[in-house]
């Protein structure tokens, strides 16, 4: 593999920012200074500023509680006033993770970060039809019409129709309705779009579930460390 790609999978540096560090000298393969373009083995010894990187990609996986009003990417492209991002919450000395797939910028809740391609396809991949729980509170009462609509599929876009799903309602009054939705896809917007379909704009939405894992005991806007057996257990969902 290219030296810029080992040190970006090392976690240093984006690839453009590898090829800077090569080009500054700061790296050497088998105690010669790395030209751009070099190619690692396993076998090499590649160090930066004279440590020894391992070979090993550190793989690091974080929950987050999102927040409201953040967007879910590495940094926010527009130049003028860039919004507060996802990665605003995660620990100090946290690597170069990514979200995993996307929740609105005015959606809180459940998201998982890492920089592990593989674990990431997974959970986003729609072959793997991972349910995802969802929070959805709404303006009054719902009908039942609506409802079995919304379980049986709506069509949200030209020929975009969204798969059968999970709708109970959780509580009600006069003036509000809660429901759980669990969607085993992740259409942009879904759950959003399938309640303007049926004519219930989303006051609120949180995801609150990711197949059995849930966000008990981490507040708003706060992230953890994922556990060794939580790990495992997205691998094998
Ligand atoms: N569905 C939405 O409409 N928005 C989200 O953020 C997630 C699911």
Do not use: W
Not at 114 to 124: K, P, V
Request: aromatic share 6%.
């Amino acid at each position: 593999m290219r030296i810029n790609r080992f040190l970006a999978e090392q976690g240093v540096a984006s690839r453009r920012g590898a090829d800077e560090i090569v080009a500054a000298g700061r790296v050497t393969i088998n105690g010669k200074v790395a030209q751009a373009g070099d190619k690692v083995t396993p076998s090499d010894v590649v160090a930066l500023d004279g440590r020894e990187l391992s070979h090993s990609v550190k793989y690091e996986y974080y929950l987050l509680n999102k927040p409201k009003g953040c967007v879910c990417t590495v940094s926010d492209e527009r130049t003028e006033r860039p919004r507060k991002t996802v990665m605003d919450f995660l620990p100090a000395g946290a690597g170069r993770v990514f979200p995993v797939g996307r929740l609105d910028y005015d959606t809180e809740g459940l998201l998982i970060l890492t920089n592990d391609g593989a674990l990431a396809y997974r959970l986003t991949a729609p072959q793997t039809e991972i349910p995802k729980t969802y929070l959805v509170k709404v303006e009054g009462s719902m009908t039942a019409v609506q409802l079995n609509r919304l379980r049986e599929g709506v069509e949200i876009g030209k020929g975009v129709v969204t798969k059968k799903c999970r709708v109970n309602v959780i509580e009600t009054d006069k003036s509000y309705t809660k429901l759980h939705v669990t969607l085993t896809e992740g259409k942009n917007h879904e759950v959003r779009r399938m309640f303007e379909v049926v004519g219930k704009p989303v006051q609120f939405l949180k995801r609150i579930k990711l197949g059995e894992l849930t966000l008990r005991g981490l507040g708003r806007g706060e992230c953890r460390k994922l556990s060794a057996e939580e790990v495992f257990y997205l691998q094998n969902l």
